[in-house]
């Protein structure tokens, strides 16, 4: 089929670049020209695993083409895909400029039926706007259907989720677009489910805000176990292999981030407001996540005592592994908090870095994670990169002035750090 994707962010080229895979033709559009520059020859705006290999692939064989003009998408596409940013305003609520925008813009370049697919995440409702939006802005009043299929990509893992997705989430008004959106879909074997467009948009909402609850469950379990002396790994465990709970998303941590949890919450939140009911439920999913970085800074703050003047390794500025994402990451505040309390910092990802000096500053970029702790007071691991749980421990006890650890993603085994001599603390461990 004949595919338009409108955004080139993180949905959008994973979305575009997988079904040039299974063999649609691909135009993605993107208003930014060096991003399409950087694109066509063969270059990545972000890291994600397998990515780039397939773009490369993909624009090869000729099923990937990457364009500033929405007009030639619009003209050349059948169904047409809008994957830009739908970020936070001050107050929780979601801006829908882009939206509107590129729905205007489709509309004035619309001359054929088409169906516009919106896969940003947005608030419920908005599909009903975009249509009116259409209807509104096309002078040649052709006839169009608006299509909701939210997307359920992780970062750092998005080409198998977009490949091999649990479901997908088709919200429609008639009956019209249904063919064409099962031909899209149908190379990908996965479960379709077909429903309406306030449905549709509200899984999207109501799934990411679940995850986040799941997570702050276990965060705030976390705290009992460290003040019982239980440890919060058993206990997930236990929970999980009941399999109405399952083991997914019960990682205790420094707590969630990323541009998705924090922004969805508080738009689903704010839209449940809007719709006459609190949602208070998620505004403590909110409140257990920051304590959980609170308390965490204690920790640190209570074992070293005086943190000003010292120097402090740490271990992950990426919101989470496999990604060089630092928007809205733990790792990335809990080093900014670091520095206000007056210590010096060392630290590593091992793909992060680039984008972290834009926000970090004053700090030592190491480049070899074993070199992190020379010299360094202590040692903190802030994100779940695997590659963390290769360090040279041993090195690292010795390169430290006490050889004092914080696990904020509980990557080791507590006995065993104890046994190697490390001041180990973690996230609900016992002690
Ligand atoms: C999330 C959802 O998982 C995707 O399904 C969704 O498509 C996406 O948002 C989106 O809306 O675009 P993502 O933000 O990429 O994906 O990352 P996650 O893997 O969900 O992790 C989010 C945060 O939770 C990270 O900071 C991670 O470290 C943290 N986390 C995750 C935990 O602290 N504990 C866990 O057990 C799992």
Same mark, same amino acid.
């Given at each position: 089929?004949?595919?338009?994707?409108i955004?080139?962010g993180?949905?959008?080229?994973?979305t /575009?670049?997988?079904?040039?895979e299974?063999?649609?033709?691909v135009?993605?559009?993107?208003?930014?020209?060096?991003k399409?520059?950087l694109?066509k020859? &063969?270059?990545?705006?972000?890291y994600e695993p397998g990515l780039q290999e397939?773009?490369?692939?993909?624009?090869?064989?000729g099923?990937l083409s990457? #364009? =500033?003009s929405t007009?030639e998408g619009v003209e050349?596409s059948?169904?047409?895909?809008?994957?830009?940013p #739908?970020p936070?305003?001050? !107050?929780?609520s979601?801006?829908?400029?882009f939206i509107e925008l590129v729905?205007r813009?489709i509309?004035?370049?619309m001359t054929s039926?088409?169906?516009?697919? !919106?896969?940003?995440t *947005?608030?419920v409702?908005t599909g009903?706007k975009?249509s009116?939006?259409?209807k @509104?802005?096309c002078k040649?009043k052709?006839e169009?259907?608006v299509?909701?299929?939210?997307?359920?990509?992780r970062?750092g893992?998005?080409?198998?989720?977009?490949?091999?997705?649990? @479901?997908?989430?088709?919200?429609v008004l008639?009956?019209r677009p249904?063919a064409a959106?099962?031909?899209?879909?149908?190379?990908f074997n996965?479960?379709?489910i077909f #429903?309406d467009?306030?449905s549709?948009?509200?899984?999207?909402?109501a799934? =990411?805000?679940f995850?986040?609850?799941?997570i702050?469950y276990?965060n705030?379990?976390?705290?009992?176990?460290e003040?019982? /002396?239980? =440890? *919060?790994?058993e206990v997930? =465990? /236990?929970m999980?292999?009941? +399999?109405?709970?399952?083991?997914?998303?019960l990682?205790?941590?420094l707590g969630?981030?990323?541009?998705?949890?924090?922004?969805?919450?508080s738009a689903?939140?704010?839209?449940s407001?809007?719709?006459g009911?609190?949602?208070?439920?998620?505004?403590?999913?909110?409140k257990i996540?920051?304590?959980?970085?609170? $308390?965490f800074?204690k920790k640190i703050i209570e074992?070293?005592?005086?943190?000003?003047?010292k #120097?402090?390794?740490?271990? &992950? +500025?990426?919101?989470?592994q496999n990604?060089?994402?630092?928007?809205?990451?733990?790792a990335?505040?809990?080093?900014? $908090?670091?520095?206000?309390e &007056?210590a010096?910092?060392r630290?590593?990802?091992?793909?992060?870095?680039?984008?972290?000096?834009a926000?970090?500053? !004053?700090v030592i970029?190491?480049?070899?994670?074993?070199?992190?702790?020379?010299?360094?007071?202590?040692?903190i691991i802030?994100?779940?990169?695997?590659?963390?749980?290769? +360090?040279?421990l041993?090195?690292?006890?010795?390169?430290?002035t006490?050889p004092?650890?914080f696990d904020g $993603?509980n990557?080791f085994?507590?006995?065993e750090m104890e046994k190697? /001599?490390f001041?180990?603390?973690?996230i609900g461990?016992?002690?």
């Amino acid at each position: 089929m004949k595919l338009t994707i409108i955004g080139t962010g993180y949905v959008g080229l994973v979305t /575009g670049t997988c079904f040039a895979e299974v063999g649609h033709q691909v135009i993605c559009v993107d208003r930014d020209e060096n991003k399409v520059k950087l694109l066509k020859s &063969g270059g990545m705006p972000i890291y994600e695993p397998g990515l780039q290999e397939l773009v490369q692939k993909n624009v090869a064989s000729g099923n990937l083409s990457f #364009t =500033n003009s929405t007009v030639e998408g619009v003209e050349k596409s059948d169904v047409i895909f809008i994957a830009v940013p #739908t970020p936070s305003m001050n !107050d929780g609520s979601v801006d829908l400029s882009f939206i509107e925008l590129v729905a205007r813009e489709i509309a004035a370049a619309m001359t054929s039926y088409k169906i516009v697919v !919106d896969k940003s995440t *947005v608030p419920v409702k908005t599909g009903e706007k975009v249509s009116e939006t259409i209807k @509104r802005y096309c002078k040649a009043k052709v006839e169009f259907d608006v299509v909701s299929n939210p997307e359920f990509l992780r970062e750092g893992f998005a080409v198998d989720d977009f490949m091999k997705p649990d @479901r997908v989430v088709i919200g429609v008004l008639t009956q019209r677009p249904v063919a064409a959106m099962k031909e899209v879909y149908e190379p990908f074997n996965a479960p379709i489910i077909f #429903t309406d467009i306030n449905s549709a948009e509200l899984i999207k909402h109501a799934a =990411n805000s679940f995850l986040a609850l799941k997570i702050s469950y276990i965060n705030a379990v976390s705290q009992i176990c460290e003040a019982s /002396g239980a =440890n *919060v790994q058993e206990v997930a =465990n /236990g929970m999980g292999m009941d +399999l109405r709970i399952g083991r997914k998303f019960l990682d205790a941590s420094l707590g969630f981030g990323g541009s998705c949890f924090p922004k969805d919450l508080s738009a689903f939140i704010h839209i449940s407001e809007e719709l006459g009911y609190d949602f208070a439920l998620l505004r403590e999913v909110q409140k257990i996540n920051s304590e959980q970085m609170n $308390r965490f800074v204690k920790k640190i703050i209570e074992t070293l005592w005086v943190v000003k003047d010292k #120097t402090i390794g740490v271990l &992950g +500025l990426a919101f989470k592994q496999n990604t060089d994402d630092v928007r809205m990451s733990p790792a990335l505040d809990l080093c900014l $908090r670091l520095q206000k309390e &007056g210590a010096r910092l060392r630290v590593h990802d091992p793909k992060a870095m680039e984008k972290a000096k834009a926000v970090l500053k !004053d700090v030592i970029y190491v480049d070899d994670m074993n070199d992190v702790a020379d010299g360094c007071d202590a040692l903190i691991i802030a994100t779940e990169w695997p590659e963390f749980k290769k +360090l040279d421990l041993e090195r690292a006890r010795k390169a430290l002035t006490h050889p004092i650890l914080f696990d904020g $993603r509980n990557l080791f085994d507590v006995e065993e750090m104890e046994k190697l /001599g490390f001041i180990y603390k973690s996230i609900g461990r016992g002690r």
